[in-house]
């Protein structure tokens, strides 16, 4: 669709990344350097076949950026407290914030190197940490071509390092973003000194629909997809997020039997009457009797799976015309989060904008994979016929560190 920001998802590997740095050999380019012993850098290798959008800054480590204490910090600590992501494997990179703050600044940071090659993002959303609506939601805005990626704001005020690095991207507007700097999402304090859009509303539902309306003016056309998830269910959230974020598509809301009216009014409307709705999650989360309520609506298709890890790797399979990501073979970009720390995954949805554009799936076990997810990436493990420079790789952002996710699956954090 024209200006609709949504990328090929299979796209021919090689060439350089969008952050700027040129391949090596298989693809794999680490640099360890040591400054008087005190200063470690990584660069973060892009391997895949989504690297062809031309203008999109790509993921790539951070070198340097913003000190000082975040929510989580330590005073006085490096910037590495802050979760910047580091080389964990041969292909993989931990973003190891311990909270959703932390890691969206990370997450940020990635997507859009404040030094080295790249372009600044035109704009930033800034969302309420405490209102995962509002960041799932807000993802959307993430995409290509309004390219605002989400900071999250811990009780609605940003960190004095996120305010950093607000400074350091120093968004000037563009045309793409109706020449705002900052929105504003949810129960925020906004940012002072920026040319800030506001949207906030008094219910999820009501929340999801203005940013859509937002979209909507910012690229003069409607999306390609809805996305109806339960506003209760935040477990389901993160899977979406990371979807909006790569495809442009809204989300809209709904409840377990009932649709909200105001949604189903929206859907009613003649400029969306062509648009198809897809559902996320199983029957017990959205059941047969709400959607009923769209049969004369839209079409609407089921995204499935029994739980929220089912329901991610469904949507990692899932292809139904330019919905789903579609990722059955090698060569491409995932991240990995707790399904059960839903604000990681949203926190992470800048990194699917660009680079490898990671598609999220989801761990209920801190110690070791589900089975599922486990046998799908057997189903796409890399490798190649007989020239070993022409191997397709993946690529998988870990999101949260190590000790966080085991306090918080034991409950003691």
């Known amino acids: 669709m024209p200006g609709s920001g949504r990328q090929p998802i299979n ?40 690297s062809g959008d031309e203008g999109s800054p790509g993921p790539a480590l951070i070198t340097s950026g913003p000190t000082g204490p975040a929510s989580g910090d330590v005073e006085g600590s490096s910037v590495g407290s802050l979760g910047y992501p580091a080389v964990a494997t041969r292909n993989t990179t931990r973003i190891s914030g311990s909270d959703p703050a932390g890691i969206s600044l990370a997450a940020a940071l990635a997507a859009y190197p404040t030094i080295g090659p790249g372009t600044p993002p035109n704009a930033v959303t800034v969302v309420n940490a405490d209102q995962w609506q509002a960041g799932v939601a807000a993802a959307t805005l993430s995409a290509k071509p309004v390219g605002a990626p989400i900071l999250l704001a811990p009780s609605g005020k940003l960190t004095e390092s996120a305010a950093d690095a607000l400074s350091e991207f120093d968004p000037q507007g563009a045309p793409t973003t109706g020449e705002s700097e900052v929105f504003a999402v949810g129960k925020v304090a906004p940012p002072s000194g920026y040319d800030t859009k506001t949207v906030n509303a008094k219910d999820p539902a009501d929340l999801a629909i203005e940013i859509a309306e937002l979209k909507r003016q910012l690229t003069d056309e409607p999306p390609a997809a809805f996305v109806l998830i339960s506003s209760e269910e935040a477990e389901y959230g993160g899977p979406a997020a990371s979807w909006l974020a790569r495809s442009g ?29 897809f559902v996320l999650g199983p029957a017990s989360v959205v059941s047969p009797t709400a959607l009923k309520a769209l049969d004369k609506v839209s079409t609407v298709e089921r995204v499935g799976g029994e739980d929220p890890v089912a329901a991610a790797l469904e949507l990692v399979r899932f292809s139904s015309g330019t919905f789903g990501w579609n990722l059955n ?28 554009w990671p598609a999220l799936l989801l761990t209920d076990d801190s110690d070791k994979l589900p089975k599922d997810v486990g046998d799908y990436f057997l189903d796409v493990k890399p490798g190649y016929d007989t020239d070993p420079t022409r191997a ?9 560190d190590e000790i966080t996710y085991r306090r918080h699956a034991a409950g003691t954090d």
């Open 11 to 50: 796209a021919p590997a090689g060439g350089p990344n969008s952050a700027g740095v040129p391949w090596i050999g298989l693809g794999i380019l680490v640099v360890l350097t040591l400054i008087l012993a005190t200063f470690v850098a990584y660069f973060f290798f892009d391997v895949g076949n989504d």
């Open 249 to 277: 598509d809204v989300v809209l809301y709904t409840g377990k039997d009932e649709i909200p009216k105001a949604t189903v009014d929206y859907l009613k409307k003649k400029e969306n009457k062509d648009v198809p709705v």
């Open 329 to 356: 073979a090698p060569g491409h970009g995932y991240m990995v989060a707790r399904s059960d720390r839903p604000m990681d995954a949203i926190a992470a949805t800048a990194l699917s904008t660009g680079g490898t």
């Open 392 to 400: 397709l790789y993946n690529h998988v952002w870990i999101i949260g």
